[in-house]
């Protein structure tokens, strides 16, 4: 009877195995390139090495070594058999004759050396093709002790053999016991390979690069930068061109009609409270009117917030600015309003952005400090990729669980944060909003000054 094997035995070793293949698979995906180009010339070239290896091995394996063993076997059947007439012509004229016919018909210099010790063996050779066919031949086929050298002279090969009365050394051509044209046809192979290679490089990249546009001029629009871009490429390439034209034209129809309708609706409302205004103008002054008049100079305050959030920074263009120069302007505000304010830059933080809106997202990040803390330090520091602007104060700070809730729209903290006079709760989302619109973020985190640091992080 044969054992069963437990049902969970198996899970356990298809589970092991299962975990084994996907460690090898993860391994194996950190090895890969990440980027499409480097990606597509590997699948070009991996097939191309692959099989130039294969063919390779095969000739060397089939075809090289066949040959370079029957040139080797044809030359030790012409030593065996001029050692046999040795053996067969005594007289020493005869085998002058021997030697004469074994170097004009055969190709073989023939001596005979007095009876000694043959050399000691040389080191083989790294690629010992000759020299173990030669050795294979020899043994099988005369059976008696040898010495060869195949590296001592470039175009001949050197031969002793042990007689009984002296020892024969044979000199023969190197192509007549090697197939010495062999390199020419791998020559021929990886000269043929590198240059479909250059080709296929060629062709890759021409093929990339309008890939790497559409990411480029994809970039550029979530920056808010003008985009340049035409149709270039393989069918595929183009038709995501156009869709990203069509996505393109939709957002900015989206954005032209939405502040269309805010410019109108911004119109009927500062209309009625112009009204208003008038209405309270022509009034006698007391405390209702005060009052009347605060509420409505408040309706207006709300209502260009909201106008503001709503309208984002529509039609304007992105063009380089001094980030510096923009901090120092802040600065000066905030000291205007009693505030000790520090600024620190680091690098040259020219970046591209839209600058009335970088800066009213900044002023609100800044006057957000000011309303809470005493002292505020700002520091920007810009690198190849990032700009990074962080904003302390010394306030009381946002606990760590309401640092997202403070980004959305209307949304006010407790007495302890946000309670000030003439608050929308729109900065942090307008902030939010602008920095969004630029690729980048904003992060609240506890600041080293004891309040809240306000972290702004674009792309360059």
Known sequence: MSAKIPTGSVAFLLSHWRGRWEAAARWMTGLMPKGLYARSLLIVILPMVILQSVVAYFFMERHWQTVTFRLSAGVVRDISAVIELYKILPAEEARADLRKIAGQRLQLDVDLLPKQELPPPLPKPFFSLLDSALSRELALQIKRPFWIDTVGRSNLVEIQIMLDDGVLRVLTLRNSAYASN??????????ASLVLLAVAIAFLRNQIRPILRLATAAEDFGKGRDVE??????????????????????????MEQRTAMLNGVSHDLRTILTRFKLSLALLEEGPETDALIRDVEEMQRMLEAYLAFARGDAGEQAVPTDIGALLEELKADAERHGHAT???????????????????????????????????????????????????????????????????????????????????????????????????EIILAESPMGGLRASVRLPV
């Open 182 to 191: 062999s390199h020419i046809f791998l020559m021929w192979m990886i000269g």
């Open 229 to 254: 871009l035409r149709p270039q490429g393989a069918r595929e390439v183009r038709q995501a061109t156009f869709a990203f034209f069509e996505m393109k034209r939709r957002i900015e129809r989206a």
């Open 342 to 440: 520090q600024i620190r830059v680091s690098g040259e933080p020219i970046v591209t952005v839209r600058a009335d809106a970088f800066k009213r997202c900044l002023f609100n990040l800044v006057s957000n400090a000011q309303r809470h803390g005493d002292r505020i330090t700002i520091e920007a520091a810009c690198d190849k990729r990032f700009l990074t602007i962080n904003v302390d104060d010394d306030g009381p700070g946002i606990a760590p669980d309401q640092r997202e809730d403070v980004f959305r729209p209307f949304f006010r903290l407790d007495e302890a944060r946000n309670q000030d006079e003439g608050g929308t709760g729109l900065g942090l989302a307008i902030a939010r909003d602008i920095a969004r619109s630029h690729g980048g």
